[in-house]
């Protein structure tokens, strides 16, 4: 039930949005950004909900949001950790990163979320700091250059508080 009400809650926020963006075609992109933030990921059902309210084709939403990489079809943690595996990154152990990232999270493979939700570990290809290979992005900001698989166990130790103390604001 309480899943129930979130959803509700998060179609709820969306549609505030668009209604404060007038409903505007052109800002499909802002929308998008908006619907992803709320809900993490965009289900079928958001982009049908987009496109229904935008009065738009349902397959002009699909399309915007399979072009662009920066929006997912999959679900994904809310913290999540890209590990960069461009040429660079590779070479100085990029790939031993991600699977100690993998296997201090119990993940079996790139992409899976943990079962609390709260974790997914991602392939980047390059985020433009070579010189700092192999590299790190957690969230959207929180960078991480000269990693090492010795230095995984500490991150995830540090995420996985933040993660409590994130769940413990929802309880509230």
């Known amino acids: 039930m309480v899943e129930i009400e979130d959803k509700e809650k998060k ?3 969306l549609d505030e949005y668009m209604r404060e963006v007038g409903y505007d075609p052109s800002m499909l992109i802002n ?4 619907a992803q933030e709320i809900f993490l990921w965009l289900p079928q059902e958001v982009m049908e909900f987009i496109a229904e309210k935008l009065r738009i ?3 002009r939403v699909r399309g915007v949001v399979t072009f662009y990489n920066f929006f997912s079809t999959k679900p994904v943690g809310r913290i999540q950790i890209k590990v960069c595996l461009g040429t660079a990154c590779y070479v100085k152990g990029g790939d031993k990163v991600m699977e100690r990232f993998l296997d201090e999270l119990g993940l079996k493979e790139e992409g899976e979320v943990t079962p609390d ?14 010189s700092m290979a192999p590299v790190v992005l957690i969230g959207e900001s929180d960078f991480y250059g000269r990693m090492s698989p010795d230095k ?8 996985k508080k933040i993660a409590e ?3 413990a604001g929802e309880r509230k």
């Not at 929308?31 to 908006?34: D, S, V």
């Not at 995984?152 to 995420?159: I, Q």
């Open 11 to 13: 179609f709820q926020e």
């Open 31 to 34: 929308i998008l950004h908006k």
């Open 57 to 59: 084709p349902k397959s």
């Open 117 to 130: 939700g709260m974790f997914s570990v991602h392939a980047v290809r390059c985020v433009g700091a070579c």
């Open 152 to 159: 995984v166990p500490r991150l995830v130790k540090k995420y």
């Open 165 to 167: 103390e994130m769940k």
